[in-house]
DNA sequence: GCACACTGTTCAATATATTAAACCCGATAG
DNA sequence: CTATCGGGTTTAATATATTGAACAGTGTGC
């Protein structure tokens, strides 16, 4: 019997309630995830409803039947429950960045107090207006999506095209830049992709 | 239905490396962490020298002893491989699903292979098409911004209306649905937020 | 030399995670 | 109705994770 120390801030994920999130999500049965991954559905079905402690062998191969990374399949379910939320955004009420001496401006889509893994964009290009940015944190990746005339992408060096309605995704932990290619003004929609946030330094020896 | 291949991505995580890492670099004997932890000194030696595939529970005990959280021992010691990508998505390349009965068609601008926490959809609707999602993990959130037309929401049972150029942000933890709002065709670009791990968020057909 | 305190490893006993098969239940046929 | 199937649960047998104690090495001081 364990002494259940003093430090025990929270209790143990309650990882079976995540792979059936997952594993409904995807519509697959015990079955299926059983194929996939390898571990039996009677096992699978005991994890769900915390009758075992599984290996950390089986989550990781459940994490791959599903896949999720196992990160994914930690993180509490339900820590803060935020209510329902309908949020208007037009162009005024909109935060915006205008860059004129640079020929464009920037809606920001997310709120700002909330930390997020991805940030959401509306970027207004005037013909010859360019954005450059340097390099994000390693892994990061950003999405595209040109609606209005037509975008050059600089990605470390290479140049690309993007024409309207069409999409690219690239990689922006290298420094890169987009630019209003042709005369007209473009309009276009940018994701960024920030890697999870954990990575908690290894301390000092 | 699906013989999804071997999914063999990546080895199971060395934790025992990690723990013994962590271990070493705050002074900590087995005994010492046998203490902060609760799990015996002998298990711990079995962990670190990877002769045994602990349980989750015992692996979150460490994790508390270290004063670490789950996923810091999870980590690859150094699995970043940036390598600079850039994709180039067109209507033709891009994975599309069509609802026709419904009015509506989806692109998927992310790549499925990859686990995200956002997902990104550019949707075109057919007048009166129509678009209905089942609830999303809790905390999810949608952002829509649309480019053509006009979409109506409705969040919970609430309707909304989102005209061109303009973007709603809405809790999707709830059922949702996006609807093609007046006779003109619509187009909108959808980013699915989830709160941490990844779910398919693919519409209830 | 011995005894001691400390490290990390390994061993026998026990608890339990894991499997494959049996089982239960609702739906859909026939 | 009975049969059959797919979904989920439970069960008996096995494998193995976990424990506490015993073991081995390494200095340290007496």
Known sequence: MSATPENTPSAPPPIGQMIAQFRASRNHSLQDLSNLSGVSKGMISQIENGQVNPTLAVVWKLASGLGVRLQDLLDEPDANKPGIEFIYLTKENCPTLTSPGHGYEVQ???????????????VRFMPNGEMTSAPHVTGTMETVTVFQGEVEVDVDGARHRVKSHETARYSADVPHCLRCAGDKEALAYLAVKFPAPNQAALPVP
Chains 1, 2 share one sequence.
């Open 108 to 122: 920001i889509l997310n709120t700002t107090d909330m930390v997020e893994t991805v940030e959401l964009y509306l």
